[in-house]
């Protein structure tokens, strides 16, 4: 069964902001658009930079990497543009009585 980790209130992620915590296998950046919420890895794949640096379209559902622009889907991780080349991983996120909750490792 899946663990998870309730990391902070929902009420402190605006929507298409990003915030940072930490869970037992790591860091992870959390966002949220207007219908769920999304947790990757929060070491950018590009050249390490912090992706709470960066910003979200919560309309495309992507992750800009503020340092060299590369692109994440929010949803499965994968770049769409580089420099970056690998995936982000990407962690299951719930809210749970207005608390965030991730998974304490990534899926998959
Ligand atoms: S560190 Fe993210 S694109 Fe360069």
Sequence with gaps: MTEFVRVGALAEIPEGELRAYDVPSGRVV?????????????TCTGH????????????SDRLLCAACES??????GEPLEGPARDPLAVFTAREVD???EISAEPVG
């Design 30 to 42: 959390v966002t949220h658009d207007e219908r769920r919420l999304f947790a990757l890895s929060e």
């Design 48 to 59: 390490g930079c912090a992706l709470a640096d960066g910003t979200f379209d919560d309309r």
């Design 71 to 76: 692109v994440f889907d929010a949803e499965t």
């Design 98 to 100: 207005g608390w965030v």
